[in-house]
Nanobody
Framework: VQLQASGGGLVQAGGSLRLSCVDSRRIFSNNDMGWYRQVPGSERDLVARISRSGSTNYADSVKGRFTISRDYAKNTVYLEMNSLKPEDTAVYYC???????????WGQGTQVTVSS
């Protein structure tokens, strides 16, 4: 069973989106979680991460614009994205942080496209 990210779409620059990632089997309740993004030809980069206790860290490129959160009751991790820029265009994925031992859980991701 893979982690399913959803909520992507096409949005104009300056717009907002909220991504969701459901852990349907509650595999990751004790893990730090992260949102990652990838553009064709590039590595998959960490965008934001959240610990089990709720502390957060962000890539410099999204700091102040993106917010990661998690709802244990719903087994869901969210990524609220505001003030979107064309350079945020990518496929977004969620997984444990770090993801090394959980590589089989990468899902299809969700496409975010920001038009200028």
């Amino acid at each position: 069973v893979q982690l399913q990210a959803s909520g992507g779409g096409l949005v104009q620059a300056g717009g907002s989106l909220r991504l969701s990632c459901v852990d349907s089997r509650r595999i990751f309740s004790n893990n730090d979680m992260g949102w990652y993004r990838q553009v064709p030809g590039s590595e998959r980069d960490l965008v934001a991460r959240i610990s089990r206790s709720g502390s957060t860290n962000y890539a410099d490129s999204v700091k102040g614009r993106f917010t990661i959160s998690r709802d244990y009751a719903k087994n869901t991790v969210y990524l609220e994205m505001n003030s979107l820029k064309p350079e945020d265009t990518a496929v977004y994925y969620c997984n444990a942080y770090p993801p090394y031992y959980y590589r089989r859980y990468w899902g299809q991701g969700t496409q975010v496209t920001v038009s200028s």
